[in-house]
């Protein structure tokens, strides 16, 4: 069995098989319920946290979602992260968030984020990083490391990179970007805390 303990899987529907119907992604369709299949699939592991990325979705369709997928997530004693949509994890009193680092800076400057617990954002420089802890962020995700199918021709910046971030911030650091179990080795060198993976989890 694989171990996952050191990675936090990111979600992402449009990665679910081809035959789903991926065009009507509403709660009660067939991709809805074979996405949270999915989810359940993930939080069996003993991965350390689940992302729900799913930013594409009208607002709407992500709070049913990530209600959802909280109960699942609660089921497995499973730390579930929201995305972006504020005023739904708001709704849903959830304590856990993930924001761009333009929406941590506009939200902390609005006084919305003081219901949170845990506050995580994405940083692409070492300048990023700086901002992230000025602003209050509970740890970074930083990347993307490899070249990825989800952005295809965007090279990845690699590990020295990797390593010039954390050697910048005491926050914790998560390596994005075409992640695996077999480069995890390297990330951890380089003075990360983990690393987040997408297709590895959406595949399982």
């Known amino acids: 069995m694989t171990d996952y303990s050191a990675f936090i899987a990111i979600t992402n529907h449009h990665l679910l098989p081809p035959d789903s119907d991926t065009l009507d992604f509403i709660p009660g369709s067939v991709s809805y319920h074979r996405f949270l299949a999915q989810v359940e699939i993930i939080a069996a592991t003993n991965v350390s946290a689940?992302?729900?990325?799913?930013?594409?979705?009208?607002?709407?369709?992500?709070?049913?979602?990530?209600?959802?997928c909280i109960t699942l997530c609660t089921h497995y004693n499973k730390k579930l992260i929201l995305h972006s949509f504020l005023e739904s994890a708001h709704r849903l009193n959830h304590p856990y968030i993930q924001l761009s680092l333009s929406q941590l800076e506009t939200y902390r400057k609005a006084g919305l984020l003081s219901?949170?617990?845990?506050?995580?954002t994405s940083?692409?420089?070492v300048d990023d990083v700086r901002?992230?802890?000025?602003?209050?962020?509970?740890?970074?995700?930083?990347?993307?490391i490899y070249e990825t199918e989800c952005k295809a021709g965007l090279?990845?910046?690699?590990?020295?990179?990797?390593?010039?971030?954390?050697?910048n911030t005491c926050l914790p650091v998560y390596a994005i970007g075409g992640m695996t179990p077999d480069r995890l080795p390297g990330v951890l060198e380089a003075?990360?805390?983990?690393?987040?993976?997408?297709?590895g989890f959406m595949k399982l």
């Open 191 to 199: 003075g990360a805390k983990g690393a987040c993976m997408m297709s």
């Open 131 to 144: 901002l992230a802890e000025k602003l209050g962020a509970d740890y970074v995700f930083a990347g993307n």
């Open 115 to 120: 219901d949170f617990a845990q506050i995580g």
């Open 123 to 125: 940083v692409h420089s």
């Open 50 to 68: 689940i992302v729900l990325r799913e930013k594409d979705l009208e607002e709407t369709v992500y709070e049913a979602l990530a209600k959802d």
């Open 155 to 167: 090279a990845g910046r690699g590990l020295a990179f990797l390593k010039e971030v954390c050697d």
